[in-house]
């Protein structure tokens, strides 16, 4: 019996394997290598009761083929939906990335369910889908959702084939809206970004907007940890959280110095104008994790604790001494 992860390969894909294997469990994963890196799975590949191959789930033969095949070897009794496009502004520039990368992978992953009579589905989706709401507190039950970016509508899109899945063919499905998740092995996002241009020029760090953006970020571990605990404790046929750091999260310029001060101290800081970064950022939210904490849940670190620690962790994968 098996557990099931798409994008295993990703930053948040290999970190949940991980956890689940230190658990005892079976994991068999899928990735493209678009986003993820084979390098994350080294470690995992010396552990038995780990087994991967490179899969596009967007090519519905080839996915279908290869998960029949795993499905008769070794039952699988969840999946956990992590593949999707993560670069959003690749995402904006054409839309198809998102349509295929994320919606698709959604929709070929829920038909192959059906087929082979998979129940239960664990799902990534985002902030992204709430839209911009002017930096409201944002609860599960926000609505109307109207997300500002193509990868916020996939997602969105994507929950919504996943409720009319549990009407036809789902017997249960978690849906996890991510904050900002930050940690290692990173593979994209703002601390990357800002750390490999300081690096490359260490006189000056330069910003997309004007700094004040503000986000809710979480640790990995802590976003794994949370998962797994809503897996064990949520008892809905349809259970969808909010999970995030319980503040009003950390500002661009607060990760900007961070940065600064692990890579160039001497290195100038240069804003932009405006408060967004580029096409379908949102630049301010937080989340009511309220829903999360009556399940028993809370987060150990703040968003600026936990961009402290990714800081340090990236400054290191990067090679910064």
Request: one cysteine or more; charged letters at 25%; hydrophobic letters at 45%.
């Amino acid at each position: 019996m098996a557990v099931f992860i798409t994008g295993v390969a990703g930053f948040i894909g290999c970190n949940l394997a991980r956890a689940m294997l230190e658990r005892g469990e079976e994991v068999a994963g899928f990735d493209n290598l678009c986003r993820g890196s084979a390098a994350n799975l080294e470690p995992l590949r010396r552990r038995a009761a780990f087994s991967f191959e490179r899969i596009d789930l967007a090519d519905i033969d080839a996915y279908r083929r290869a998960l029949g095949a795993l499905h008769a070897r070794s039952p699988i009794t969840e999946v956990w939906h992590l593949a999707a496009n993560s670069d959003i502004p690749a995402g904006t520039a054409d839309p198809n990335v998102d349509l295929r990368d994320t919606f698709m992978t959604t929709f070929n992953t829920l038909l192959l369910m059906k087929e082979l009579r998979i129940a239960t589905l664990a799902f990534a989706s985002s902030s992204a889908v709430f839209g911009d709401r002017g930096g409201r507190k944002l609860s599960e039950d926000e609505g109307p959702l109207l997300p500002i970016s193509n990868y916020g509508a996939m997602k969105l899109a994507s929950e919504a084939a996943i409720s009319a899945a549990l009407e036809t063919h789902l017997e249960r499905a978690l849906v996890f809206r991510f904050p900002n998740v930050i940690g290692v092995p990173a593979t994209h996002g703002v601390i990357l970004d800002f750390v490999r241009r300081l690096r490359a020029a260490p006189g000056e760090l330069e910003v997309l907007g004007d700094g004040n953006q503000q986000k809710c970020y979480l640790h990995v571990e802590e976003m794994v940890d949370a998962m797994l605990f809503i897996r064990a404790h949520a008892r809905d046929k349809l259970n969808c959280f909010n999970v995030g750091a319980d503040d009003e999260g950390a500002s661009v310029r607060f990760i900007a110095e961070q940065v600064v001060r692990r890579i160039a101290p001497q290195a100038r800081i240069s804003f932009g104008a405006g408060p967004a970064g580029w096409p379908g950022d949102v630049p301010r939210f937080s989340y009511s994790i309220a829903k999360l904490a009556r399940l028993g849940w809370r987060p150990r670190q703040t968003s600026a604790q936990a961009v402290s620690r990714a800081v340090d962790e990236i400054a290191v994968q990067e090679g910064a001494a």
